[in-house]
């Protein structure tokens, strides 16, 4: 398997014009801020972009992002396991925003549209943990094992690198992204 090509932040904003900004956070995230000109296709739908994703790729390069560059790389991992190349930016949308570069929103969004995904599992863990140890104190010591859970499948995630909390919170309606979202990107992305 290749290793993805990986852009810096300053790499990255001078190849912007000549490279196609593919954005695989939830539409949620998306929405939240972007890199300008980036097109939202999620990291659960790129199999099924896959077809317009190669066509785009032999156009210009193919550049994906997310909040932190995992799940980027992880997109840029499936398309390389089908013959497409495409580099991922190092930090995500966080790098980018940090060294002061603007991210774009859709008009009828505000700044506080969506939460990203690390933020929700932060929120939901946190919100189990606390839970646990209250009803652990209240009512019963066997509610302590839900916080134990939780701790328990945190490091789980950070060993293997993925968070099955993120894969249960992506399917909530407001994660989830709309077959007409992705048909208009599919088509935007077509037109080049």
Do not use: K
């Not at 032999?58 to 190349?85: D, F, W």
């Not at 499948?153 to 994660?175: E, F, K, Q």
């Amino acid at each position: 398997m290749t290793t993805p090509v990986i852009f810096d932040v300053r790499q990255a904003h001078a190849r912007l014009h000549d490279v196609t900004v593919i954005d695989v956070r939830t539409p949620g995230e998306y929405a939240g801020g972007h890199l300008p000109g980036a097109l939202n296709i999620p990291l659960d739908r790129i199999r099924q972009a896959l077809p317009d994703l190669r066509q785009a790729a032999a156009r210009r390069g193919l550049l994906l992002v997310c909040a932190s560059g995992a799940r980027s790389e992880n997109a840029c991992r499936i398309l390389a396991e089908q013959g497409v190349t495409a580099a991922t930016l190092a930090g995500g949308t966080t790098a980018w925003a940090a060294a002061g570069h603007d991210l774009r929103r859709p008009a009828a969004c505000s700044p506080r549209a969506g939460w990203s995904m690390e933020r929700q599992v932060r929120f939901t863990a946190g919100t189990l943990v606390l839970l646990g140890l209250v009803l652990g104190l209240l009512l019963h010591p066997a509610f302590q094992l839900l916080a134990a859970g939780v701790a328990a499948g945190l490091v789980l995630s950070a060993l293997t690198d993925t968070c099955g909390m993120a894969v249960l919170l992506a399917r909530l309606p407001h994660n989830r992204p709309r077959p007409a979202d992705l048909a208009a990107t599919l088509a935007a992305l077509r037109r080049g």
